[in-house]
């Protein structure tokens, strides 16, 4: 497998790098950006799964996550929220479905099954290749919005493989919200049964635990929290199931780029 | 004087906001970013002068530096790079003049001279709301590239004024260098005797010195290093006419907000 760099940035005394690999899960050219400490040897790398509309581009730039990892021995990875340049039916007529919307799930609906498993290609593909390349003890998972969503489940799904799960205002039962029913209808069809595979809150209420307790931050002002978010049901889920989670409700936060900058060094901390 | 509250996110404790206000200087709207750290006084005011192609949210967005004033009395401002909304001949027809290339100057050439007034707009009206608004103790000045050149030009014109100066990559000496000379043909015409009004190396040479030592970093692996920054004539400049500067060159460092964030800390520091 080969990775191609596209841009490189000093940061620090390690970088922020651009790069791009051909993926045989997704059949498309999978691009990812990664911040490298500038260490010998890499501890932990957290996988950072972005929300809708994002690329490969927004955390790396805007979280201010390079930092607190300036100093450490772990990198963090972003990928890019769907494979690209494909012309799959209503693939780019909305923002939250599609391009830039791939939902961290494997699609099974005519046209996505061969392009949008964006679940095999970050634990099949995207991982083994960090693996290979930079030698690293162990991965954490964490994300944002669909990003949160998406850690939420491959950390639970993958339970025993990565060592710490994060999510900022994740959409945490996407079966039960506007966004994830359009999602989950679209990649998976009509059948709920197939849905409950990318729940986090089906993945608990079916047994699935992290042995590790989940970390979770949720704005109070984020106007998506009500209604596509669902942060409640996370929380009685894990606490009917016995899954040790702290989510920390905070006052006056909304759903941006901001929100996630006061509170990444606290994730950064709990995921390394 | 009113300000326009476009848009405010909670950061840290604080808020950082986009605003906009009408400006009789340039006869437009402008926007402006701030980050508060949500102390009760404020004690130092930094200007920020973002380069070419920017708006109000670059830094705002890039930088990291809420982080690092979190826990401060001070906040940061972050105008827009030039007027918006005109449409004066060549206004934007290239990323190096007109809108998003603003130069910190007070235009003199027909059409521009009523509106291309960034200097007056901060000095004479920025400044002063402000003032009026936060009540701080004082100001200072920094910025990046063009907005280096405006940090330096602006510190140096108003030395007793700022509290200090410093520089992220500055165009030291735009009357010798492509960017400058366009930009500077267009805005202030063929009489070179006017351009050097708003030259920092010509500020210097004519006695012009802040009290304090300016601080400037440049990246060695800044594409524009060699062509357009000139770096090394400040260095010169303010070793003959006795201006203090810290000019601290950076090994693999290059023009982006990726090199910014890797020292705002210390410029920040060094301006509170």
């Given amino acids: 497998m080969k990775i191609n760099t596209i841009k490189r940035h000093k940061s620090f005394n390690g970088e922020t790098v651009f790069a791009s690999h051909y993926s045989k899960t997704t059949q498309t050219e999978m691009k990812f950006s990664y911040f490298h400490p500038g260490c010998n040897e890499v501890e932990t790398i957290i996988i950072w799964l972005s929300g809708l509309t994002c690329t490969e581009e927004n955390f790396i730039t805007k979280a201010g996550a390079q930092f607190h990892l300036k100093d450490s021995s772990s990198m963090i990875v972003c990928p890019d929220t769907s494979p690209r340049g494909l012309d799959l039916p209503e693939e780019h007529s909305s923002y939250d479905f599609g391009s830039g919307a791939g939902f961290y799930l494997n699609a099974l609906t005519d046209g996505y099954k061969d392009h949008y498993r964006m679940y095999d290609y970050i634990v099949l593909e995207l991982i083994p290749l960090l693996q290979e390349t930079f030698l690293p003890k162990k991965f954490s998972i964490s994300g944002h919005s669909m990003g949160g969503h998406g850690a939420l489940v491959l950390g639970l799904k993958q339970k025993d493989f990565f060592h710490a799960i994060s999510a900022f205002s994740p959409i945490v039962n996407p079966m039960n919200c506007p966004w994830g029913q359009k999602a989950f209808s679209g990649y998976l069809g009509e059948d ?81």
Same sequence: chains 1, 2.
């Fill in 192 to 272: 709920k049964e197939l849905w409950k595979d990318f729940d986090s809150c089906e993945l608990i209420k079916s047994g699935n635990k992290h042995h590790k307790k989940i970390l979770v931050d949720q704005g109070l002002s984020d106007e998506f929290y009500p209604d596509q978010l669902l942060t409640k049901n996370l929380e009685d889920v894990c606490q009917q199931y016995g899954q040790e989670v702290e989510i920390n409700y905070r006052e006056g936060h909304d759903h941006s780029y901001y929100f996630i900058s006061s509170f990444i060094k606290n994730h950064i901390d709990f995921l390394v």
